[in-house]
């Protein structure tokens, strides 16, 4: 079946300028998670989501970071005001009722800041 | 704070042969670790899992070992091939929620 599916996979934007990130998970897996890579790092975690409960924000950098899930799908990570520090690849994961340490992840979004 | 870490950023390894990566870890309250295997412009894979009640566990031509008195953790790779060159991370999940902690990943080369 599909896998988690990111858009864009590249996003180039201007230091200042508001950018949103789309994750579609794998269909009927409740937990959604927003991880962050920087070049030759490993990841860092932003935010989970599960099910229908307040997500878990404490990951998320700064305010200008924001995440939400419509519908306990679809989920868009929102960055205000980019920096050229949040230049990363922006990863996207789900995992299914149960199960939630084995998260299958999506390619990502590499996002570059100028 | 609480880290995973790697001992060796590269790993080159002859194909046929055995490949050990590993890993070392400062919470001794996770209960949980994962390796993944991430593919140049991929999201990283699952390859494996143990919980801190065990010591090994086998999967295909892989195979995790855990010591909880050193806080360490391996993964071996039999026979090698071409196809495992990617950057390996160990993972740990400590508490209530499912968000992991990530090491910083080891790179294994496959020559041939």
């Known amino acids: 079946g599909a896998g988690v599916s990111q858009s864009p996979s590249n996003k180039v934007t201007e230091k200042g300028k508001d950018v949103e990130l789309r994750c579609d998970p794998i269909s009927g897996h409740t937990a959604l998670y927003w991880y962050r890579q920087s070049l030759g790092q490993g990841l860092e975690f932003l935010i989970y989501f599960q099910g229908n409960s307040a997500p878990d924000k404490s990951g998320l950098p700064s305010d200008r970071f924001s995440a939400e899930r419509t519908g306990g799908s679809v989920s868009t990570l929102t960055i205000q005001r980019t920096q050229q520090e949040d230049s990363a690849v922006y990863l996207c994961?789900?995992?299914?009722?149960?199960?939630?340490?084995?998260?299958?992840f999506g390619p990502g979004t590499r996002l570059t800041v100028t | 704070g609480e880290s995973v870490g790697l001992h060796l950023p590269t790993l080159s390894v002859q194909e046929g042969d055995n490949s050990i990566i590993n890993c070392a870890y400062s919470?001794?309250?996770?209960?949980?670790f994962i390796w993944y295997k991430q593919e140049s412009g991929k999201g990283p894979q699952f390859i494996i899992d143990?919980?801190?009640?065990?010591d090994k566990r086998q999967g295909q031509r892989v195979t995790v070992l855990l010591n909880k008195t050193v806080k360490h953790l391996s993964l071996q790779i039999a026979a090698t091939q071409p196809g495992d060159s990617a950057v390996y991370f160990c993972?740990?999940?400590?508490?209530?929620?499912?968000?992991?902690?990530f090491g910083t990943g080891t790179r294994l080369q496959v020559t041939l």
């Open positions: 994961a789900s995992s299914r009722p149960g199960l939630s340490y084995e998260q299958y």
């Open positions: 143990i919980r801190s009640n065990m």
């Open positions: 919470n001794s309250a996770s209960d949980y």
């Open positions: 993972a740990e999940n400590t508490g209530t929620a499912s968000k992991l902690t």
